[in-house]
């Protein structure tokens, strides 16, 4: 495990294999974690795992949104030069954060700067209290060429406590499909049971039996 510590950013990156916790704050209005077990880019079909570039992370204020910012340079290859790939989030008065766009920006071969936006709703309106915790598959398709990958992440930008992760607001539910399949199998199963149960118990037995006064049941059959 290598520990890198980037003095111009504030931030402390820990890279292990795929894995990657990055602790960003400029000091004053902001302070980041990030933590992504897969994080790559998808570029023209070719995959290439940010981690493993070990970026420059940082973290900014402007406009009202937070941003975690990854100063890729020229790790991309010659035509993503000066790349920059950084995340924006939002809060409300009331206490409340969500995502809100990933931005990539970088300078081709022509040395023309391009920026693209797409928005990056994965965190919808979650209390300042928790972190937010994904073991889902997540895809942002930032252009036509362009799509990022993460699974296995967890993201904090506000209430960040000693360069720790507060408990986790889960993408996934408390109740999974898997969950509400066996419910509804065994809430068929019981109706099942029920009505079986209801058929035997209005199942009526004979109120007339056979006595020596009677007249005999003959059956008549031949010889």
Known sequence: MRFLLF????SLAIVSGEIAIYSVSDGTTCSA??????????????????????????CSVQGGLTSINFDL??????????????FSFSRTD????????ITLTYTDKENVTTTYNS??????????QFSFACSLMTEAKINENITLTM??????????QNGTFTDSFQCVGWISKGAWMGIFTTFFLLVILYLSISMLLGTQTPDRFETSKS??????HEH
Request: proline share 3%; glycine share 6%.
């Open 7 to 10: 003095f111009a950013s504030l």
């Open 33 to 58: 974690l990030f933590y992504a077990e897969t994080f790559n880019l998808t570029m023209s079909g070719t995959g290439v795992d940010v981690n493993a570039l070990e970026p420059t992370a940082s």
């Open 73 to 86: 340079e020229d790790k991309l290859g010659e035509q993503y030069d000066n790349a920059d790939l950084s």
């Open 94 to 101: 009331t206490g409340y954060w969500s995502s809100e766009n």
């Open 119 to 128: 928005r990056f709703k994965t965190i919808s309106t979650i209390s300042q």
């Open 151 to 160: 699974d296995y992440y967890q993201i904090q930008v506000y209430n960040t």
């Open 215 to 220: 007249k005999c049941l003959i059956i008549p």
